[in-house]
RNA sequence: GGGCGGGUAGCCUAGCAAGGAUAGGGCGCAAGCCUCCUAAGCUUGUGGUCGUGGGUUCAAAUCCCACCCCGCCCGCCA
């Protein structure tokens, strides 16, 4: 007998004797909720536990440890099976204990035989979702701060895919905006040269340089007019912000000399850069072919960047979604045009006005997005005085988009947009897709800040993706040259690699979302306890012994499996299940994470107290070699879900 | 000012939605373990006002209220 949730099968044999017990007694359960059961804190407790006794004398004046007890002896021993006993303890609770003979056969034998998909219990209704993750503007290299992103968005979409569901992973090109047309700018003065390096750093490198250049540019503009009306306290601010760019105009030139003395020169001959910029961005979003060409070009360059970064970490994309193209195919306008005809868009001062409030109020929304009572959501605007849209206006056409395609959508998007991302939800109601709305997610996840200041990209203050991974994956070599100079040459670069991207997965995963994260190269560079490579080489050691053993596991004897520390191994690889759905249906990966750190750090444990291979009899050998190939299997599936590759040998 | 998120040992972190028994880990520090299946490992020790104060409860890190600290947002930026 196998079963694709070997906990829950416990777990229903103890309900059931449980109500059996209590309807024996004549119990009214009415007064429970449902039945849960906790995990003891203490192994030798049980392995499942209850609180009911509480619950169940608050009206009487019994204790609950009598009750425990008197629930015990009306239990039916002849039925038990997988618990092999049950016992009242503590102040009132009861105490399931596994029947480990049955339970580890039937645990082992579940994960070999369901090998690949064990743990991943399928969704009851499996529906088409989009995730929209990455999203990263074209105009620079990804750094860490930025890959927070790709790594939760990812792991998120492995999971909701081994649920059962259709996945579809989705990567927003925001090229439509100031942005894009700064960087196309200054790649134009430069006489839209070919890339000479990764051309995403190359571009990189021209958008800092020259969204400095024409910042500085518009603050000597803006100080100019501030003193013709002598605004001191204005002139004071402008000179502040002035000095701030200076220095890195300083700094930019140190490092990149000759580009940035071309780029100064050039944009040097422009009487108005900002106004070339300006015409280039509605030129962009009026669909004009040769603003169209230009920064098409750009973008499509540093996108390529972004596919060989991502690719390397192991994150790939079912659709590239143009922003340009939402407004170019009329699509955003005629979600606008839509919104204007409700009674909550309005024209203020030439611009048009998104007034969620009144949305929240018309709809009753106040409690069903959760918010404050006396709380009022800011309105939004729309379109600009000179006819131009805004992002999130464009992102209400996309997300409308979306949900033509999918039934969920989750926008992996920073936690800094979360205003943002509820007007949007509002948008979605006021135009009358209240079940988009509802289906709506915004998973958000804080920022990876660089000890002392945040990154910034416009400053050309951040560190890589690139670099990230090639320095761990030059760690990982050296750690294998070190130990493993047995293996061929490929074969130390292959595992270097898996190891490095690995690294850095993990330690992108592990914290919740919710949380900042301080960058530190101890952190990403971690190979010990509690990282992926700590969690592979468990792996690569449980692939060992299954090697030198040199057998399969004939004829295993699980009732031999009687140590504390293998019916524990056996006790995690029947959570793995339960454990799987409450990260998927949460959205938790880190709690994947967790788990495989703490099956690895077991096994790890057993690995060193007991030999697998020269263990006797043979039947308690080949137990054992079980035990260990459904480790491996688990430790495997659980890495895979957070897209780190398990190797067999490091 | 308002909103959102965070606050758990020197540092990092789990647990909080569904309240339960002794708050789990990791790093660091100290001391040990390779003639034995991979030492990226294992063992032992060290360290806690769970931000503060109230409340609810048989039981609170977890729920409620107030306050404090940190971050983010409240743009005709994205």
């Avoid at 099976?81 to 049950?86: F, H, R, T, Y």
Wanted: net charge neutral; charged share 30%.
């Amino acid at each position: 007998m196998i079963s694709e949730n070997p906990l829950a099968e416990l777990k229903k044999e103890c309900e059931i004797l449980l109500r059996e017990a209590l309807k024996k007694l004549q119990i009214e359960k009415s007064l429970i909720k449902q039945f849960t059961f906790e995990k003891p804190p203490v192994w030798d407790f049980g392995q499942l536990a209850t609180s009911i006794c509480f619950e169940l004398t608050k009206q009487t004046a019994e204790k609950p440890l009598t009750l425990a007890q008197r629930l015990v002896q009306a239990m039916d021993k002849s039925k038990f099976s997988i618990v092999k006993e049950a016992t009242a303890a503590g102040a009132g609770y009861i105490n399931f204990h596994a029947n480990f003979e049955q339970f580890s056969a039937l645990t082992i034998e579940s994960v070999r035989q369901l090998d690949a998909d064990y743990g991943l219990v399928k969704a009851e209704k499996p529906l088409k979702v989009i995730v929209e993750h990455t999203s990263v503007n074209p105009l620079h290299p990804i750094h860490v701060g930025q890959a927070r992103n790709p790594i939760l968005g990812d792991a998120v979409a492995r999971m909701l895919s081994a649920r059962g569901h259709t996945v579809f992973r989705h990567y927003y090109v925001d090229d439509v905006g100031r942005q894009t047309a700064v960087i196309a700018y200054g790649y134009e003065k430069l006489g839209k040269p070919k890339p000479t390096e990764k051309p995403d750093h190359f571009i990189g490198k021209i958008y800092t340089i020259t969204s400095c250049l024409v910042e500085i540019n518009r603050l000597k503009r803006e100080l100019e007019r501030a003193k013709m009306v002598s605004a001191e306290e204005e002139i004071l601010k402008i000179n502040r912000e002035l000095d701030d760019w200076m220095s890195i105009a300083f700094e930019l030139k140190q490092k990149h000399p000759e580009l940035f003395e071309t780029l100064l020169q050039k944009i040097g001959e422009d009487l108005d850069p900002e106004k070339r910029i300006n015409e280039l961005n509605k030129a962009y979003e009026a669909g004009e072919e040769n603003a169209k060409k230009l920064i098409r070009e750009v973008s499509q360059f540093c996108l390529e960047g972004f596919k060989e970064t991502l690719s390397r970490a192991g994150v790939l994309y079912d659709s590239w979604d143009w922003e340009s193209d939402l407004v170019w195919s009329g699509l955003v306008a005629e979600v606008l045009q839509k919104l204007k005809q409700t009674p909550y868009v309005s024209v203020l001062g030439g611009v048009l006005e998104f007034e969620a409030e009144k949305v929240v109020g018309a709809f009753d929304l106040r409690e069903k997005l959760g918010l404050r009572k006396d709380y009022a959501v800011p309105s939004l605007t729309l379109v600009r005085a000179d006819g131009t849209t805004l992002y999130t206006t464009r992102d209400i056409a996309y997300t409308v988009w979306k949900f033509g395609k999918a039934e969920k959508c989750i926008n992996v998007i920073g936690m800094e947009q979360s205003l943002a991302q509820l007007q949007l939800k509002i948008a979605l109601y006021a135009l009358g897709y209240g079940r988009h709305a509802e289906n709506l997610t915004h998973f958000a996840y804080n920022l990876v800040t660089l000890p002392g200041y945040k990154m910034s990209s416009r400053r050309g203050r951040y560190i890589t993706l690139d670099e990230v991974l090639d320095e761990a994956v030059k760690r990982a070599y050296e750690e294998v040259y070190k130990r493993s100079p047995q293996l061929p040459e490929h074969e130390k670069q292959k595992v270097a690699e898996i190891v490095g991207i690995g690294a850095v997965r993990y330690a992108l995963v592990e914290v919740d979302p919710a949380k900042p994260v301080e960058f530190s190269w101890d952190r990403v560079l971690n190979f010990e306890k509690n990282s992926a490579p700590y969690i592979q080489y468990s792996h690569a050691r449980a692939c060992s012994i299954l090697l030198k053993a040199a057998r399969k596991p004939e004829k295993p004897a699980y009732n031999l499996l009687k140590e504390k520390l293998e019916q524990e191994l056996v006790f995690a690889l029947a959570e793995f299940p339960n454990t799987f759905i409450e990260a998927t249906e949460t959205l938790k990966p880190n709690l994947i994470a967790e788990y495989a750190n703490t099956l690895a750090d077991k096994f790890n444990t057993f690995y060193n107290a007991f030999s697998v291979i020269k263990a006797e009899p043979p039947e308690l050998s080949d137990a054992r070699l079980a035990l260990v190939d459904a480790i491996r299997i688990v430790l495997k599936n659980a890495l895979n879900l957070i897209g780190i590759t398990a190797p067999e040998r490091m």
